[in-house]
C-alpha cells in the first residue's frame, strides 16, 4: 500500500494533518484493520483532537481487544478528557466472560468451534470403522472433548461476534452535552459530559440515545452528538 | 536621583577650578537657545577642550552679533578612588539678536589645533514672532509688553504647567513606550513644593538615565516660548492588553516674581521679590495596548522586540566528573529583561548546578538593549554520548508584526571514560554509581508499521453460510457414512443367519443321504457324505471362506470360541475315521452305521455349542 508507507513518513517527519489524512484514504478503499485505527487515533493524539483519537483507539480495540499498544495510548489520552467517572466495575463472572470472548478476535473463535466439530466427527467416523480396536478406545474421549469444546466455543464466538458487530460504545464528540431524562429537547437536563468520553449506548429511539455511564448513570442524548465505536 | 537633580537645578553644580593635564582628543562643541523670539538677545557658546584660537563661524545675516566673542575657560579635576582625572574646557560666548523670523541653521565651526582642522556640530535656532511673556529686555518691547503681563493673573495656569509626554499611544502588550514627564514654566523657579509622580499602574517601568541635573531649555508652544525641563524620562512596558490610563503627575513649585519697584528705596535695593506658589496637575494619558496576535506558539517566551539567542558549550569532549559551562545568551532590543528564564532538559547523568544570571541592559531612549546571560556549570556523572537538545524560543518581531523562532543547538557532548570512573565519584559512600530509570517525558506509543494486516471491513467468518457449511459437511458426510455402516452390518449378520440355517439343512440332507447309504450297506459313501456333512456343517457356521477351508482353520476357529476340548477332540476323531475309511478301507474296524451314529451326535452336540 503505497498509502501506508508515505503516511508513515509524514508521520514520523511530525506532519500528522497529513499523516492522518492519509491513512483514512485507506479505510475509505473500504479496508480495516486495528492496527490502521490506532494510527489515525495516533495522528489525532498528536494533533491533539483527543476525542476523535479515542474514537479511533477505541475502534482498533474492537476489533482486537488484547492490542497492548492500543490501550496504552487510549489510556494516556483518557487522562486529557474533562470528565472523571468512578467506574463501577460489573459482575465478576460478567468480567471474566468478557475477558475470555475478547482474548481473541471473533473470526479466531469462529475457526476454533468449526475445527473442534471436525475433530469430534473425525473421532465418531473412527468410533464407527471395522477398525483397530486400539484407535476406537482412544477415539471416544476425543471426541466427547472435542464436542464439548466444540459448543462452548460456538458460543464465546456468539458472543465475541456480537460484541464487535453491534455498536455498543458511543464516543462523546461535542465540547459539551447535556444528557436528558427523556429523547426530546423537553426532557429534564440530568448531568452534563464533555467531549471524549466513552459511553454505552443501551438504546435508541427517534435520533435520541439512550445511553450508559460506566458509573451508573442514564439517559438521552441527541445522535448528533457521539460517534458509534 | 530625582531628587539629587532638582537640587542641582536649584544650586548648580560645584566647579573646581584647578589646573589641568591635558592630552585627549580635541572636541569643539555648539551650543545656543533652540527657539528665541525677535528682538532676543542670546548666546552661542562654543565649548572646547584644549586651548585653540577663536573657531571660525559663519552666521547667517539675520542673527545679528552684538558682542563677542568673549572668552573664559575652567579646569575641572576628579579624585575617583585615588584616580585623578581633570577636564579643561575653553568657552568662547557671542551674544546674537534675532532680527526675523524662520529657522536658521548654523554651519558647524572650524578651529585648528597643531595642523588638524576640527568641526564643531551644526547648530539650529528657531526664531519666532515675539510674545508677551517673555520679557528679556529690549527697550522697545519692555514697553509694549509690561501692560499685558500685568492683566495676567499670574495664577499658573499657562505661565506654569506638567505634561506627561509619550511616544506612542498604541503599542503592543510587551512594546516599550517611552513616557516624559516635563515641566513648562515662563516663571522663575525657586524650589519644589511638592512633586507626585504618576504610578505607571499597569505597567513594568525602567528609568532612562537622564542628566543629574535637569536643564531647562527653551521651547515654542503655540507661539510662546517657555522654559522647559525634563524632570523624569520612563521606558514602560505595558503588562497587559486594553487602556491602560496613566494617572497624572502633580507638581507644586515656589517661583519668584521681581515686581516693579515703586517707591525709589526700594528700587535702589534691586526691587521687591515676590514668593508664591503654583502648582499644576497634568492630563490623565490613555494608552491603548493591543494584543499579542493569536495564536501564539508554544514556545512563546514573552519577548517582544528584536532578540537574538546564542547558546554554546565550553567543550565537546571531556572526561567523566570534569566541568562543562554551557552558556545561554539573550541579546536585543526589547523587554529583555523580562523575559521568562529558559528552561533546559539536560540529560539526566549531568549533576546541573543554578545558572548564573548576567543582566547587562542599558535602558535608553530607544528601549532596553543589552544581554542577558545565563552560564550553567554541569558535571556528566557517567561516560557515554550525551545530547543538550535544540533551544528554541519564539518572540514577537515588531518590525514584521510576527513571531519568530529562533534556535542554537542541539549540543552533542562526549563523555569519556568508564563507568568505573563515574563509580569513583561515590566509591566512598555506596561503591557504584547507579540510579533507577526516570521518566523524562509520556508520550504515546509510535503508530504501527508494516502492511497493518488490513482487510476488507466487516469480514466476519462467524455466522456466514461458509461457517455453517463447514459445520454441516463434516455432520453429513458422517451420517451417510453411518447409515452405510449400518446396512453393512445389517447386511453381514443377514449372511450368518442364512449359513447357520443352511448349515443344519445342509448337514441334515447329506446325513439322510448316508443314512440310506448305511441301509444299501455302501460304506465307502456313507464315510464320504460324513465327511462332507462335517466339513460343510463347521464352515458355515463358522463362516469361514471357502478358499480357506482346511482342518487346521476349522480347528482353529473352534478353539477361539471356547469350544470343549473333548468335543474338538471327537470332531478330530470323526473326521480322522471318515478320512481312514476312505483312504484304506481294509483297515477299518468300526461298522459304517456306527460312525454314521457318532458322527449325528457330534452334530447336535456342535449345534448347541456353536449356538
Same mark, same amino acid.
Given at each position: 500500500?503505497?498509502?501506508?508507507?508515505?503516511?508513515?513518513?509524514a508521520?514520523?517527519?511530525?506532519?500528522?494533518?497529513?499523516?492522518a489524512?492519509?491513512?483514512?484514504?485507506v479505510?475509505e478503499?473500504?479496508?480495516?484493520s486495528?492496527?490502521?485505527?490506532?494510527n489515525i487515533?495516533?495522528?489525532?493524539?498528536?494533533?491533539?483532537?483527543?476525542?476523535?483519537a479515542?474514537?479511533f483507539?477505541?475502534?482498533?480495540?474492537?476489533?482486537?481487544?488484547?492490542f497492548e499498544?492500543?490501550?496504552?495510548?487510549?489510556?494516556?489520552a483518557?487522562?486529557l478528557?474533562?470528565?472523571?467517572?468512578?467506574?463501577?466495575?460489573?459482575p465478576f463472572?460478567?468480567?471474566?466472560?468478557?475477558?475470555?470472548?475478547?482474548?481473541?478476535?471473533?473470526?479466531?473463535?469462529?475457526v476454533?468451534?468449526?475445527?473442534?466439530?471436525?475433530?469430534?466427527?473425525i473421532?465418531?467416523?473412527?468410533l464407527?470403522?471395522?477398525?483397530?480396536?486400539?484407535?476406537?478406545?482412544?477415539a471416544?474421549?476425543?471426541?466427547?472433548?472435542?464436542?464439548?469444546f466444540?459448543?462452548l466455543?460456538?458460543a464465546?464466538?456468539?458472543s465475541?461476534?456480537?460484541?464487535?458487530?453491534n455498536?455498543?460504545?458511543?464516543?462523546?464528540?461535542?465540547?459539551?452535552?447535556?444528557?436528558r431524562?427523556?429523547?426530546?429537547?423537553?426532557g429534564?437536563?440530568?448531568?452534563?459530559i464533555?467531549?471524549?468520553?466513552?459511553v454505552?449506548?443501551?438504546?435508541?429511539?427517534?435520533g435520541?440515545?439512550?445511553?450508559?455511564?460506566?458509573?451508573?448513570?442514564?439517559g438521552?442524548?441527541?445522535?448528533?452528538?457521539?460517534?458509534?465505536? | 536621583?530625582?531628587?539629587k537633580?532638582?537640587?542641582n537645578?536649584?544650586?548648580?553644580?560645584?566647579?573646581?577650578?584647578?589646573l589641568?593635564?591635558?592630552?585627549?582628543?580635541?572636541?569643539?562643541?555648539?551650543? /545656543?537657545?533652540r527657539?528665541?523670539?525677535? @528682538? =532676543?538677545?542670546?548666546q552661542?557658546?562654543? %565649548?572646547?577642550?584644549e #586651548? !585653540?584660537?577663536?573657531?571660525?563661524?559663519?552666521?547667517?545675516?539675520?542673527?545679528?552679533?552684538?558682542?563677542?566673542?568673549s572668552?573664559?575657560?575652567?579646569?575641572?579635576?576628579?579624585?575617583?578612588?585615588?584616580q585623578?582625572?581633570?577636564?579643561?574646557?575653553?568657552?568662547?560666548?557671542?551674544?546674537?539678536?534675532?532680527?526675523?523670523?524662520?529657522?536658521?541653521?548654523?554651519?558647524?565651526?572650524?578651529?585648528?589645533?597643531?595642523?588638524?582642522?576640527?568641526?564643531?556640530?551644526?547648530?539650529?535656532?528657531?526664531?519666532?514672532?515675539g510674545s508677551?511673556?517673555?520679557?528679556q529686555?529690549p527697550?522697545?518691547?519692555q514697553?509694549?509688553?509690561?501692560?499685558? /503681563?500685568?492683566t495676567?493673573?499670574?495664577? @499658573? =495656569?499657562?505661565?506654569?504647567?506638567?505634561? %506627561?509626554?509619550?511616544? #506612542? !499611544?498604541?503599542?503592543?502588550?510587551?512594546?516599550a513606550?517611552?513616557?516624559?514627564l516635563?515641566?513648562?514654566?515662563?516663571?522663575?523657579?525657586n524650589?519644589?513644593?511638592?512633586?507626585?509622580?504618576?504610578k505607571?499602574?499597569?505597567?513594568?517601568k525602567e528609568?532612562?538615565?537622564?542628566?543629574?541635573?535637569i536643564?531647562?531649555?527653551r521651547e515654542?508652544?503655540?507661539?510662546?516660548?517657555?522654559q522647559?525641563?525634563?524632570?523624569a524620562?520612563y521606558?514602560?512596558?505595558?503588562q497587559?492588553?486594553?487602556?491602560i490610563?496613566?494617572?497624572?503627575?502633580?507638581?507644586?513649585?515656589?517661583?519668584?516674581?521681581?515686581?516693579?519697584?515703586?517707591d525709589?528705596?526700594?528700587?535702589?535695593f534691586?526691587?521687591?521679590?515676590?514668593?508664591?506658589?503654583?502648582?499644576?496637575?497634568?492630563?490623565?494619558v !490613555?494608552?491603548?495596548?493591543?494584543?499579542?496576535?493569536?495564536?501564539?506558539p508554544?514556545?512563546?517566551?514573552g519577548?517582544?522586540g528584536?532578540?537574538r539567542?546564542?547558546?554554546?558549550?565550553?567543550?565537546n569532549?571531556l572526561?567523566?566528573?570534569?566541568?562543562?559551562?554551557?552558556?545561554?545568551?539573550?541579546s536585543?532590543?526589547?523587554?529583555?529583561?523580562?523575559?521568562?528564564?529558559?528552561?533546559?532538559?539536560?540529560?539526566?547523568?549531568?549533576e546541573?548546578y543554578?545558572?548564573?544570571?548576567d543582566?547587562?541592559?542599558?535602558?535608553?531612549?530607544n528601549?532596553?538593549?543589552?544581554?542577558?546571560?545565563?552560564?550553567?556549570?554541569?558535571?556528566?556523572?557517567?561516560?557515554?554520548k550525551?545530547?543538550?537538545?535544540?533551544?528554541?524560543?519564539?518572540?514577537f518581531?515588531?518590525?514584521s508584526?510576527?513571531?519568530?523562532?529562533?534556535?542554537?543547538?542541539?549540543?552533542?557532548?562526549?563523555?569519556?571514560?568508564t563507568?568505573?570512573?563515574a563509580s569513583?565519584?561515590?566509591?566512598?559512600?555506596?561503591?557504584?554509581?547507579?540510579?533507577?530509570?526516570?521518566?523524562?517525558s509520556?508520550?504515546i506509543?509510535?503508530?504501527?508499521?508494516g502492511?497493518?494486516?488490513?482487510?476488507?471491513?466487516?469480514?466476519?467468518?462467524f455466522?456466514?453460510?461458509m461457517?455453517?457449511?463447514?459445520y454441516?459437511?463434516?455432520l453429513v458426510?458422517?451420517?451417510?457414512?453411518?447409515?452405510?455402516r449400518?446396512?453393512?452390518?445389517?447386511?453381514?449378520?443377514?449372511m450368518?443367519?442364512l449359513?447357520?440355517?443352511?448349515?443344519?439343512q445342509?448337514?441334515?440332507?447329506?446325513?439322510?443321504?448316508?443314512?440310506?447309504?448305511v441301509?444299501?450297506?455302501?460304506?465307502?459313501?456313507?464315510?464320504?457324505?460324513?465327511?462332507r456333512a462335517?466339513?460343510?456343517?463347521?464352515a458355515?457356521k463358522?463362516?469361514?471362506?471357502?478358499?480357506?477351508?482346511?482342518?487346521?482353520?476349522?480347528?482353529?476357529q473352534l478353539k477361539?470360541?471356547?469350544i470343549?476340548e473333548?468335543?474338538?477332540?471327537?470332531?478330530?476323531?470323526?473326521?480322522?475315521?471318515?478320512?481312514?475309511?476312505?483312504?484304506?478301507?481294509?483297515?477299518?474296524k468300526?461298522?459304517?452305521?456306527?460312525?454314521?451314529?457318532?458322527?449325528v451326535?457330534?452334530?447336535?452336540q456342535?449345534?448347541?455349542?456353536?449356538?
Amino acid at each position: 500500500m503505497p498509502f501506508i508507507d508515505s503516511a508513515k513518513v509524514a508521520y514520523t517527519s511530525g506532519d500528522f494533518a497529513k499523516a492522518a489524512h492519509l491513512y483514512l484514504r485507506v479505510a475509505e478503499h473500504g479496508y480495516e484493520s486495528s492496527q490502521l485505527y490506532y494510527n489515525i487515533g495516533n495522528c489525532y493524539y498528536k494533533q491533539m483532537q483527543i476525542a476523535s483519537a479515542i474514537y479511533f483507539y477505541q475502534k482498533a480495540l474492537k476489533l482486537d481487544p488484547s492490542f497492548e499498544d492500543a490501550k496504552y495510548n487510549l489510556k494516556l489520552a483518557q487522562e486529557l478528557i474533562v470528565d472523571k467517572i468512578e467506574a463501577v466495575s460489573p459482575p465478576f463472572y460478567k468480567r471474566w466472560y468478557k475477558s475470555i470472548y475478547t482474548a481473541l478476535p471473533p473470526n479466531t473463535w469462529a475457526v476454533l468451534t468449526v475445527i473442534f466439530f471436525v475433530v469430534f466427527i473425525i473421532g465418531m467416523f473412527i468410533l464407527f470403522s471395522p477398525i483397530n480396536m486400539v484407535l476406537r478406545r482412544i477415539a471416544i474421549p476425543i471426541s466427547i472433548f472435542a464436542l464439548i469444546f466444540s459448543i462452548l466455543i460456538f458460543a464465546i464466538a456468539s458472543s465475541s461476534y456480537n460484541y464487535v458487530v453491534n455498536k455498543n460504545l458511543g464516543v462523546i464528540m461535542e465540547p459539551t452535552v447535556f444528557v436528558r431524562s427523556t429523547p426530546s429537547e423537553e426532557g429534564t437536563p440530568l448531568f452534563t459530559i464533555h467531549e471524549g468520553l466513552t459511553v454505552k449506548i443501551t438504546n435508541f429511539i427517534d435520533g435520541w440515545y439512550q445511553i450508559r455511564l460506566d458509573d451508573g448513570r442514564v439517559g438521552w442524548l441527541p445522535q448528533n452528538t457521539l460517534e458509534e465505536v | 536621583m530625582l531628587m539629587k537633580s532638582l537640587y542641582n537645578l536649584i544650586f548648580g553644580s560645584l566647579l573646581l577650578s584647578t589646573l589641568s593635564l591635558m592630552g585627549q582628543n580635541l572636541t569643539i562643541e555648539g551650543k /545656543a537657545p533652540r527657539v528665541v523670539e525677535v @528682538g =532676543e538677545r542670546f548666546q552661542l557658546i562654543y %565649548v572646547i577642550n584644549e #586651548k !585653540t584660537d577663536a573657531p571660525q563661524i559663519d552666521i547667517p545675516e539675520s542673527l545679528r552679533v552684538i558682542y563677542g566673542p568673549s572668552v573664559s575657560q575652567s579646569t575641572s579635576m576628579q579624585i575617583i578612588n585615588g584616580q585623578v582625572s581633570s577636564s579643561f574646557t575653553l568657552t568662547y560666548t557671542y551674544l546674537l539678536v534675532a532680527e526675523k523670523e524662520g529657522i536658521y541653521d548654523i554651519q558647524p565651526a572650524s578651529v585648528n589645533y597643531k595642523g588638524k582642522t576640527y568641526t564643531s556640530n551644526a547648530v539650529n535656532i528657531e526664531v519666532v514672532k515675539g510674545s508677551s511673556s517673555v520679557t528679556q529686555n529690549p527697550q522697545a518691547q519692555q514697553q509694549q509688553n509690561q501692560p499685558s /503681563a500685568r492683566t495676567k493673573p499670574v495664577n @499658573g =495656569e499657562g505661565d506654569f504647567f506638567v505634561r %506627561v509626554l509619550v511616544d #506612542k !499611544t498604541s503599542v503592543y502588550q510587551g512594546e516599550a513606550l517611552v513616557a516624559t514627564l516635563k515641566l513648562y514654566t515662563t516663571l522663575e523657579l525657586n524650589s519644589f513644593e511638592k512633586v507626585e509622580l504618576p504610578k505607571f499602574v499597569g505597567f513594568f517601568k525602567e528609568e532612562i538615565e537622564t542628566t543629574t541635573q535637569i536643564q531647562l531649555q527653551r521651547e515654542n508652544v503655540n507661539g510662546r516660548i517657555y522654559q522647559t525641563g525634563v524632570i523624569a524620562k520612563y521606558l514602560l512596558f505595558p503588562q497587559r492588553s486594553g487602556t491602560i490610563e496613566i494617572d497624572p503627575m502633580n507638581v507644586e513649585v515656589i517661583v519668584t516674581e521681581r515686581t516693579r519697584p515703586i517707591d525709589p528705596f526700594e528700587a535702589f535695593f534691586g526691587g521687591n521679590v515676590r514668593r508664591y506658589k503654583v502648582g499644576n496637575k497634568s492630563p490623565v494619558v !490613555t494608552i491603548n495596548v493591543k494584543p499579542l496576535p493569536e495564536p501564539k506558539p508554544t514556545d512563546f517566551t514573552g519577548g517582544v522586540g528584536l532578540l537574538r539567542l546564542d547558546a554554546s558549550v565550553s567543550k565537546n569532549q571531556l572526561n567523566v566528573n570534569d566541568a562543562i559551562n554551557f552558556k545561554i545568551r539573550y541579546s536585543g532590543n526589547g523587554n529583555i529583561k523580562f523575559l521568562d528564564n529558559p528552561t533546559i532538559k539536560f540529560p539526566k547523568e549531568f549533576e546541573v548546578y543554578d545558572p548564573k544570571k548576567d543582566v547587562n541592559v542599558k535602558i535608553t531612549q530607544n528601549g532596553a538593549t543589552g544581554v542577558i546571560l545565563w552560564d550553567y556549570l554541569l558535571i556528566p556523572r557517567a561516560p557515554g554520548k550525551f545530547s543538550i537538545p535544540e533551544i528554541v524560543i519564539s518572540y514577537f518581531d515588531l518590525d514584521s508584526k510576527t513571531y519568530k523562532k529562533l534556535s542554537s543547538g542541539p549540543f552533542e557532548v562526549v563523555v569519556e571514560g568508564t563507568a568505573a570512573d563515574a563509580s569513583g565519584y561515590s566509591s566512598k559512600q555506596s561503591g557504584f554509581y547507579r540510579q533507577n530509570i526516570e521518566d523524562i517525558s509520556t508520550d504515546i506509543r509510535f503508530i504501527q508499521t508494516g502492511n497493518l494486516d488490513l482487510h476488507a471491513k466487516g469480514n466476519y467468518f462467524f455466522g456466514t453460510p461458509m461457517f455453517w457449511t463447514l459445520y454441516l459437511l463434516p455432520l453429513v458426510s458422517f451420517v451417510i457414512f453411518w447409515l452405510l455402516r449400518i446396512k453393512q452390518i445389517m447386511d453381514q449378520s443377514d449372511m450368518v443367519k442364512l449359513r447357520t440355517r443352511r448349515a443344519s439343512q445342509m448337514s441334515r440332507k447329506r446325513l439322510k443321504a448316508a443314512e440310506k447309504y448305511v441301509k444299501d450297506n455302501k460304506d465307502a459313501q456313507v464315510y464320504d457324505e460324513v465327511l462332507r456333512a462335517l466339513w460343510q456343517y463347521l464352515a458355515d457356521k463358522l463362516i469361514i471362506e471357502q478358499s480357506r477351508l482346511t482342518r487346521d482353520e476349522i480347528l482353529q476357529q473352534l478353539k477361539n470360541r471356547n469350544i470343549d476340548e473333548a468335543l474338538i477332540e471327537k470332531v478330530i476323531e470323526v473326521a480322522d475315521q471318515c478320512e481312514m475309511a476312505r483312504y484304506a478301507p481294509t483297515a477299518m474296524k468300526k461298522p459304517a452305521s456306527e460312525v454314521y451314529q457318532q458322527a449325528v451326535d457330534l452334530l447336535v452336540q456342535l449345534e448347541k455349542a456353536l449356538k
